[in-house]
C-alpha cells in the first residue's frame, strides 16, 4: 500500500500549486485523507483533512481561506489546491490516510507518502 504526493515546486509568494496524492488501492475511497507539512526545524503539523466522500473538510488556521482540500475517489487521489503562497509554506508536504472515515488533527492514520517539497520564495 503506497500514497504517491507529487505537484511540489519553487515557486513564488503569491503563486498557486496544486498537490496530489494518489493511493495504490482503491480502498482508499472508504478512508479519510489528510496533508500535513512539516517546515525546516520545526516538526511536521496537521493542515488539512478530508472525509471519505469529501463532503467534510478541516483546516488548520494557516491554511483557511487559502488551501482547499479535495478528492477524485475514482481517482484514488486527494488534491490541495494552494493559493497565495506565502514564506511559511515553505515546507515538505506529506499525505495519509486515516484509519477511519474522517481525518482531523486527532485522527490516527496509518499509511504515509514519502512527501513532496514546497518552496516558496519573495
Known amino acids: 500500500v503506497q500514497l504517491q504526493a507529487s505537484g511540489g515546486g519553487l515557486v513564488q509568494a503569491g503563486d498557486s500549486l496544486r498537490l496530489s496524492c494518489t493511493a495504490s488501492?482503491?480502498?482508499?475511497?472508504?478512508?479519510?485523507m489528510a496533508w500535513f507539512r512539516q517546515a525546516p526545524g520545526k516538526e511536521r503539523e496537521f493542515g488539512a483533512g478530508?472525509?471519505?466522500?469529501?463532503?467534510?473538510?478541516v483546516y488548520a488556521d494557516s491554511m483557511k481561506g487559502r488551501f482547499t482540500n479535495s478528492r477524485d475517489n475514482a481517482k484514488n487521489t486527494v488534491y490541495l489546491q494552494m493559493n497565495n503562497l506565502k514564506l511559511e509554506d515553505t515546507a515538505v508536504y506529506y499525505c495519509a490516510a486515516s484509519v477511519a472515515a474522517l481525518a482531523g488533527p486527532g485522527s490516527v492514520y496509518r499509511y504515509w507518502g514519502k512527501g513532496t517539497q514546497v518552496t516558496v520564495s519573495s
Open positions: 488501492r482503491r480502498t482508499f475511497s472508504n478512508n479519510g
Open positions: 478530508i472525509s471519505w466522500n469529501g463532503a467534510s473538510t
